[in-house]
């Protein structure tokens, strides 16, 4: 076997680099729930000492944190001083809950991708479903974590206004469905913004429902937003004007199904607001940093819960929106267009 030792390096290195940022992503997380990121947002130059002080941690530890993070870039070493600075606009990322692009929030997520490494392993044998209650609890508000930050900044000021007279509805008031709602930060999203329409938000894992409950009351929506453990298929009501389904159609085991229901339960006139992970068409499309992200998420997450359900169609997150067309299609729209994209999502639109 001939071998080119600069492409094996070149390989090795890579392959390190990515070890390192797993195991430096296990120290984000812990760094976030220690809440080191929000007390050196804003800072300055802080020292290992002063930053333990201040957040009632250990000297020693933080040491180690500081310069894992300095390593990686997520904050600044100056050695003459021996001090370390968070950047105003890596605190937008990873201290800042308001921000746009916050991500610290998700961390979670990711712990929970490795506690469930085992079950995955062995469906690669079995060929069977993982379904998303059977994963560790930190997935359900890790997942809310991620994604809120987007639905805050972009959905009722971009995506609602990209779809055809949508908005104008919801402003006079309309009745909303939001189909695999989580903990329903993008049904309150909605009803802080369209006080006039009533939220229904739908999803069948009743621990996520009893969250999305309290998060309406501390928000005091409770009074227009309702939610309930159901299925896809089993969408209670109809005269719906807007049925939703944020990061979540991919994942059912019969998303045509699925569509086909939300299909019955709209207005004749009504709109399917399909949020979807940002993906092209073909695999290599999708070979980039985001693709990576989703791809990986996808193994883990969506698809073996889709393997998990009834049909189990497993679309995956990468699907891509040519095939969401399909299966909205299979469903019985016969009006649908891409209608605004994110750098992590794309936002599709079906109408009958």
């Not at 944190?65 to 105003?88: C, E, H, I, K, R």
């Not at 308001?98 to 490795?114: C, E, R």
């Not at 939001?178 to 802080?192: F, K, L, Y």
């Not at 989703?294 to 698809?303: D, E, K, R, V």
């Amino acid at each position: 076997m001939t071998v080119d030792q600069g492409k094996v390096e070149e390989a090795l290195f890579a392959t390190v680099g990515d070890m390192a940022a797993a195991v430096s992503m296990a120290a984000a997380l812990v760094g976030h729930k220690a809440g080191l990121y929000q007390a050196m947002a804003g800072a300055g130059p802080m020292s290992s000492g002063t930053l333990a002080e201040v957040t009632g941690t250990r000297e020693r530890y933080v040491r180690e944190w500081l310069n894992n993070q300095a390593a990686g870039g997520y904050v600044d070493y100056d050695p003459d001083a021996g001090t370390y600075t968070m950047s105003d606009e890596r605190a937008m990322i990873l201290a800042d809950p308001d921000s746009p692009v916050y991500l610290a929030g998700g961390f979670d997520l990711l712990a929970a991708i490795f506690a469930g490494a085992d079950r995955i392993e062995e469906a690669f044998t079995t060929g069977e479903g993982v379904g998303w209650h059977e994963h560790h609890p930190r997935l359900f508000a890790g997942t809310e974590a991620f994604f809120r930050p987007g639905y805050r900044a972009h959905l009722v000021t971009e995506w609602i206004p990209a779809l055809d007279e949508v908005e104008q509805k919801l402003s006079a008031g309309a009745r909303v469905a939001d189909v695999g709602c989580g903990h329903g930060a993008s049904t309150i999203v909605m009803a802080q913004a369209f006080p006039n329409s009533v939220f229904l938000g739908v999803d069948y894992h009743e621990a996520s429902i009893k969250a999305a409950r309290k998060n309406a009351a501390q928000v005091g929506v409770a009074d227009r937003v309702r939610f309930e453990v159901a299925d896809a298929a089993g969408l209670p009501g109809s005269g719906y004007a807007l049925v939703c389904f944020f990061d979540a159609l991919h994942d059912m085991g019969d998303p045509v199904g699925a569509a086909r229901q939300a299909h019955q339960a709209l207005d004749p006139d009504g709109t399917v607001l399909l949020v979807e992970p940002a993906a092209g068409d073909r695999v290599e499309d999708n070979l980039n940093p985001i693709g990576r992200m989703y791809y990986g998420a996808s193994l883990f997450l969506c698809t073996p819960h889709s393997l998990s359900q009834p049909v189990g169609l497993g679309l995956g997150a990468q699907a891509g929106p040519a095939r969401m067309g399909e299966v909205m299609a299979e469903a019985g729209f016969t009006r649908f267009r891409h209608a605004a994209e994110t750098p992590v999502n794309i936002v599709l639109e079906a109408r009958p």
